[in-house]
Structure formats: structure tokens, C-alpha cells
């Protein structure tokens, strides 16, 4: 799949919180979107072009995310160990800490992004190795239901998560304006 697809599955994966309260939650839906679309891209830090790393912070120069990305790239394949379970294990390790910082809403919606990255993987013609380093590759769609990344069926699948990613934030801004 392509970055723009990616994120908006992790955006969409969001739906999963909605009958959190939003007390509970203490955090806005736009702010956990943002956490979503930057742990659907996460995965991506072992590929040669990721959108994640060239991915600049701030409207500054700086790419938070080009030296990991080199490492990555350099000592593993695309679809390698960050596209398995050791990539949610890695994942967890490292934003673990950061629940004490920032809260546990944001480190579980960038989570929940980063799984959605591989389910999304999962759906193409090439799969993931989700027991990384077993060769084998794990597919969640039958043989001729598997999607071509770039293809004409990864565009109408756009639209419907685009449109769930919009209805997501718009219902939960209005909830917040009441």
C-alpha cells in the first residue's frame, strides 16, 4: 500500500476508541489522528523511499526520522522485521516510556496505527512475514481478492477511508463543540 492509504487506515482505526469518553480519553480526536497516521508510517522506516523518511518536523528542514530510516534500511529488507510481530514488540518497547510523558491515548492510537500498517500490508499481493524470519508470508484476503500497492483497487479502497477518517473527526469536533 501506499503512504496516503496507510494513513488513513490508521486514522480509521481510531473508530475502535469512540465508545471510549472522551474524559477517559482526555485528548482530541485530531491530535490521536495524528499519532494514528504517524504509527501507520512507521513501519515504512525499512523501506529505500518512505514517506516517514523524508518526513520533516515543523515546517523546519529537519528529518526526525532519516537517520533511523537509514539504519533500518541498511540492516533489514522491506517487509522485514518491522512488518511482523517483532516490529509491534520493537514498537511497544520504545513508546512504552512515553505513556508516563504524554499519556496512555496517544502511544495506543500510534499502536494502533502501526498494526493497521501491517493489516493493510497483509492485504496485497506480497503479504508481510508476520513470524519475521520465517520466510513464509501471512495474507489476510484470499489469492484473487489481494491488492496490487498502486493499484486501481488501492484507489477505490482510498475513498471509503477517506470518507470514514472525515465522518470520525467531524463526529467527534462536534461532540467536543457540545
Do not use: C
Amino acid at each position: 500500500m501506499t503512504w496516503p492509504t496507510h494513513t488513513l487506515f490508521g486514522i480509521s482505526t481510531l473508530w475502535l476508541l469512540t465508545p471510549v469518553p472522551l474524559e477517559i480519553i482526555s485528548y482530541d480526536f485530531g491530535t490521536l489522528a495524528g499519532f494514528a497516521a504517524l504509527g501507520a508510517l512507521l513501519p515504512d522506516l525499512d523501506a529505500s523511499q518512505s514517506k516517514i523518511k523524508h518526513l520533516k518536523l515543523l515546517g523546519t528542514q529537519f528529518k526526525p526520522f532519516l537517520l533511523p530510516a537509514l539504519i533500518v534500511n541498511r540492516t533489514d529488507q522491506h517487509r522485514g522485521l518491522l512488518h511482523s510481530l517483532w516490529g509491534i514488540v520493537f514498537t511497544i518497547i520504545i513508546t512504552g516510556p512515553l505513556m508516563a510523558w504524554i499519556g496512555w491515548a496517544p502511544v495506543l492510537a500510534l499502536l494502533m496505527g502501526f498494526v493497521s500498517h501491517l493489516a493493510a500490508d497483509a492485504m496485497t499481493k506480497t503479504g508481510i512475514r508476520l513470524f519475521y524470519p520465517q520466510t513464509r508470508r501471512f495474507y489476510l484476503l484470499p489469492p484473487k481478492w489481494r491488492i496490487a500497492t498502486g493499484a486501481f483497487a488501492e484507489e477505490m479502497l482510498f475513498l471509503p477511508l477517506a470518507f470514514l477518517a472525515t465522518l470520525l473527526l467531524v463526529q467527534n469536533l462536534s461532540l467536543s463543540i457540545l
